[in-house]
């Protein structure tokens, strides 16, 4: 199994959008896809489910060592599962942060369910709290989502120092695979300006996500942007995404 961080502590950068379509991408490709919503916002979750009522998550899983297999469920198109999230997940996120075990939660949880999938992908919560960690503990890959304006950039360097004392303590297999721009408006002075500045920090996927509203329009939809409207660009450059993701692997 492969484990890949959709990660950004700042919100509304795409995290949530990235790691559904990826998800998904994968599954039509025959994948065998588990998404983990690490976000006790549960957006991902509500896609699929009801989070209010969905029985076991990852909460019992976090604090009631509920085992992950009893969580995970099938979701949406063949190959697709899901470890929901849910409100309450949020008072974890204050406690056990103490604990030696805290960071490695997530990472223990996975080994029962490492053989039946071909990829797990989490969805970060947009913070660095300790959700953060454990994704990027269990994580062989981090894929960072961002938009081309300069509060974007600011987080950033938190983001990556995180990472690489991450990768130097706990998980030196840990590797940032790139930074995915979305929602990208139509070339403009400031993207210009910005794009070389994040080049310095991460690679860029070539592959980047206009602003349209078809994403949007796919949430409410409760579908990804290839079922809801498979001939618009952002359809296009997600395709184009999950390629380019599966040709550096
Ligand atoms: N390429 C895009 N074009 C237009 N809107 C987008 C695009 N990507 C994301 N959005 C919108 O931006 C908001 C934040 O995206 P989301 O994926 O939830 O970010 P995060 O999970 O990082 O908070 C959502 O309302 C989403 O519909
Ligand atoms: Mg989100």
């Not at 998550?57 to 009893?70: A, C, D, G, I």
């Not at 990829?119 to 503990?137: E, G, M, Q, R, Y």
Request: net charge neutral; hydrophobic share 40%.
């Amino acid at each position: 199994m492969i484990t890949v961080s959709i990660a950004n502590q700042k919100g509304g950068e795409g995290k949530t959008t990235t790691s559904l379509n990826l998800a998904i991408g994968l599954a039509r490709r025959g994948k065998r896809t588990l998404i983990i919503d690490m976000d006790p916002q549960a957006n991902s979750t509500g896609i699929f489910l009801n989070p209010e009522t969905s029985s076991k998550n990852l909460y019992h899983v976090f604090n009631k060592k509920t085992k992950m297999s009893e969580v995970v469920q099938k979701v949406y198109a063949d190959n697709l599962y899901l470890a929901p999230s849910s409100t309450n997940l949020a008072e974890l996120e204050a406690m056990n942060t103490n604990s030696v075990e805290a960071p490695y939660l997530l990472r223990d949880s996975l080994q029962v369910v490492e053989k039946d999938f071909d990829f797990c992908i989490i969805d970060c919560p947009p913070s660095l709290s300790i959700f953060t960690i454990n994704a990027l503990v269990a994580s062989n890959f981090v894929i960072i989502p961002l938009q081309a304006e300069k509060f974007s950039v600011d987080g950033i360097v938190g983001l990556q120092q995180t990472i690489s004392s991450i990768k130097k303590r706990i998980n030196p297999n840990l590797e940032i695979m790139g930074a995915l721009i979305t929602q990208l408006k139509p070339q403009t002075l400031l993207t210009k300006t910005i794009v070389p500045v994040l080049n310095k920090y991460f690679k860029i996927f070539e592959n980047s996500i206009s602003d349209g509203v078809a994403i949007g329009e796919s949430h409410l939809a409760k579908k990804s942007v290839f079922d809801y409207n498979k001939s618009s660009r952002q359809a296009q450059e997600y395709e184009g995404f999950v390629e380019e993701f599966l040709s550096e692997l």
